[in-house]
């Protein structure tokens, strides 16, 4: 079964630009959820779709945004781009249960995100 | 969403076990506890999750005492690519699907 995938797995924009991130889960995952690592701050959580439908969000600015689409793909957008933007976007897809098996995530490569 | 505690790194040689600890004091009821593996400019990778007493899978143990507000990630036999930051979770089902990532203990195994 093919892992998670995510494009582009690297990416260099200017301040001031917007970017759209693409993820696609393991086939029949449901849930997708997307993630922010920086060396400063760690992995954060940015939100998570299931069905198409935003159902958990992190504290993050309104500039990151994101959607699901029908086939369970996912994009995240990300406006006006700031220097503390740059970071590694991880994706990551799970099974949800509704039950301790929410926790078996399944990331994917990350796509490298450099702010210039 | 409970709050872990972990050593922020640990050094171990090849061929030993290595154990790592995480403290999660206000551990509710419904909590799981669940371990992670990352390497650099990778995503995390699903270890082992148990609620209580031991869990054992192919690549590690789980050992979480009675009270449940701590456990113990044991790693048999280390290996130079074991070298990674491993993150303890702590949650339950309705948050499971935010996942809430610590600092993490960075082990480097040694040659």
């Known amino acids: 079964k093919a892992g998670v ?8 924009k200017t301040r001031g630009q917007q ?12 849930s997708v959820s997307w993630y922010q690592q920086t ?16 159902r958990n969000k992190g504290n993050f600015p309104g500039r990151f945004s994101g959607r699901q689409f029908s086939n369970s793909r996912s994009e995240m957008n990300v406006s006006t781009l700031e220097l503390g ?7 990551a897809s799970s ?17 490298r995100l450099t702010v210039t | 969403l409970a709050k872990t505690t972990q050593p922020i ?8 076990e290595v154990n790592i600890t995480c403290s999660h004091n206000n551990i509710a009821t419904n909590d799981y506890i669940t371990w992670y593996q990352q390497f650099p400019s990778q995503g995390p990778r699903f270890i082992i999750q148990g609620y209580k007493t031991k869990v054992t899978n192919e690549v ?8 449940r507000k701590s456990s113990t990630l044991s790693l048999p036999r280390v ?30 195994v040694l040659p």
């Open chain 1, 39 to 54: 060396p400063g701050q760690g992995l954060q959580f940015l939100f998570e779709y299931f069905s198409e439908t935003q």
């Open chain 1, 95 to 111: 099974l949800p249960t509704g039950t301790s098996g929410d926790y078996e995530q399944y990331f994917g490569p990350g796509t």
């Open chain 2, 60 to 67: 590690a143990s789980l050992f979480i005492p009675a009270d």
């Open chain 2, 79 to 108: 290996s130079l690519s074991d070298t990674a930051v491993y993150y303890c979770l702590v949650g339950g089902p309705g948050s499971a699907r935010q996942l809430t990532f610590g600092s993490g203990t960075q082990l480097t």
């Open chain 2, 9 to 16: 790194s640990m050094d171990s040689y090849e061929g030993q």
């Open chain 1, 5 to 12: 995938t995510q494009t582009p797995r690297y990416l260099i």
């Open chain 1, 85 to 91: 933007d740059s970071a590694l976007y991880l994706c």
């Open chain 1, 19 to 30: 970017v759209t991130l693409s993820c696609s889960p393991i086939s029949g995952h449901r």
